[in-house]
């Protein structure tokens, strides 16, 4: 069973506009979430996070937002560039609870960004 | 800035051979995962070690053990090598006492079992 989803399997979208990638989770002992982006050929690359006890965080021209009693998180990307292009990928973890850290990861979405 | 080193990038086995994967941490990282991304799947978590004991066990098949040594590198070991063990196999260190904690990763290994 998949506790983190992200049913987007790809996205486009213009230059210059916004992108939003959405992810649900289905444990509600996740209390730390992460998005991780990867290009063709590397490893995955940590982007931004969010701890459970706040529902945005921003970073530049990345914000995540956590909706806690939908069990949703998006990730929004103000203004999209072409080098955005890439699979990004949503990770949960009970960071406080037994799991040590490890990260259980959604299947990923692939953003194009078109000049 | 020095990341997570994998080695080999690329092995070919044969089914029921054995495959070794090594893992280099980011240097002060005291953590180390692995993590298993078959075709057009999200990665598994496998397994972690801390301070070279192991921390956590996930998906990790019997035919498959692991260790972190003293110099806190870690190694995969599989056994019984079958076909759907090829995959790209992610390595991931992290300190909780550096950044927030996030897990970084090395560029993987890719493991084609013919």
């Known amino acids: 069973d998949q506790q983190v989803k992200q049913n987007s399997p790809s996205l486009s979208v213009q230059e210059g506009r916004i992108s939003i990638l959405n992810c649900d989770y289905t444990?509600?002992?996740?209390?730390?979430f992460l998005w991780y982006k990867k290009y063709p050929a590397e490893g995955p690359t940590f982007l931004i996070s969010i701890s459970s006890i706040k529902d945005k965080n921003e970073d530049g021209r990345f914000t995540v937002f956590l909706n806690k009693s939908a069990k949703h998180l998006s990730l929004h990307i103000v203004p999209s560039q072409p080098g955005d292009s890439a699979v990004y990928f949503c990770a949960a973890s009970d960071r406080y609870g037994g799991s040590q850290g490890n990260l259980i990861f959604g299947k990923g979405t692939k953003l194009s960004v078109k000049p | 800035a020095a990341g997570v080193i994998q080695s080999p990038r690329h092995l070919i086995k044969e089914k029921r051979e054995t495959a070794t994967l090594k893992c280099y941490p980011i240097?002060?990282?005291?953590?180390v995962y692995w993590y298993q991304q078959g075709p057009g799947q999200d990665p598994q978590f496998l397994i972690s070690f801390y301070e070279k004991m192991q921390s956590d066990k996930g998906s990790i098949p019997d035919r498959f053990s692991a260790q972190q040594f003293s110099d806190y590198h870690s190694e995969l070991n599989m056994s019984s090598l079958e076909l759907g063990d090829s995959a790209l196999y992610f390595c991931?260190?992290?300190?909780?006492?550096?950044?927030?904690?996030?897990?970084?990763f090395g560029e993987g290994s890719r493991l084609t079992v013919l």
């Open positions: 444990n509600s002992m996740f209390d730390y």
């Open positions: 991931a260190s992290s300190s909780p006492s550096v950044g927030t904690g996030e897990l970084f």
């Open positions: 240097p002060r990282h005291d953590t």
